[in-house]
């Protein structure tokens, strides 16, 4: 089956830093890709996803990774807020549920 | 408003009891989940549906139990097999092979 993991449980950075966050995932088949942000309490919220016939893709302050040779993901946050500290996620799925990775906590100081 | 709602947030159960979890959707999406998550771990899958009336284990579905009689529907029964049941439970929600959705969870103690 499908396993998820990530490189470092935490990540501190400085206001304005951009911050990168890294996920490796097992299984070749994996085809689809999330990263999402989880606040203190509260269900995780999308941020961005990219499928297997991309390696990058850009969103509002986000882009994503994908090398599909090595099965390696990242998030990159620019200009990294107070606001983006949380809990980061990536998610894998090779056509049925989404496999989670355990989690990168980001802590922005101002 | 569309969305993903569970029920309750917070519950409370005591020992050799079984409790059930809310989950409810009207996004129309056809696939559902359930997930397990501990503090300071990431989200293990407990159960999933594709379709009404058929769904799969998890990684976790020992002491677990769940019902998809209807599309927007998908209760979890914590059963009292499960001998840690104290976690923060989610449920998620998918049109497909796209992002899932999630509700704001409950979170189970056992008192």
């Known amino acids: 089956g499908e396993s998820v993991g990530l490189h470092l449980p935490t990540l501190s950075v400085q206001e304005g830093d951009n911050s990168i966050i890294n996920c490796a995932y097992s299984?070749?088949?994996?085809?689809?890709f999330i990263w999402y942000k989880q606040e203190s309490g509260k269900g995780p919220q999308f941020i961005i996803d990219i499928r297997s016939n991309m390696d990058k893709r850009q969103g509002q302050r986000v882009t994503v990774l994908l090398n599909k040779t090595v099965k390696h993901l990242s998030l990159q946050i620019a200009a990294t807020q107070p606001g983006d500290s949380a809990v980061y996620f990536c998610?894998?799925?090779?056509?049925?549920?989404?496999?989670f990775g355990k989690g990168t906590t980001l802590s922005v100081s101002s | 408003d569309g969305g993903i709602t569970q029920s309750p947030k917070y519950l409370f159960r005591k020992e050799g009891q079984n409790v059930t979890l809310s989950c409810e959707q009207n996004?129309?999406?056809?696939?559902m989940y359930w997930y397990r998550q501990d503090p300071g771990q990431g989200l293990r899958l407990i159960y999933y549906s594709q379709i009404v009336n058929d769904f799969q284990k998890g990684d976790i579905a020992e002491g677990y139990s769940v019902s998809r009689e209807k599309k927007e529907s998908f209760p979890l029964t914590v059963t009292s097999a499960q001998k840690n049941p104290t976690a923060f439970y989610l449920c998620a929600s998918s049109p497909g092979q796209r992002e899932a959705f999630f509700g704001q969870g409950t979170r189970l103690t056992v008192v």
């Open positions: 996004l129309n999406h056809d696939a």
């Open positions: 299984n070749s088949a994996s085809d689809y």
């Open positions: 998610a894998v799925s090779a056509g049925t549920a989404l496999i």
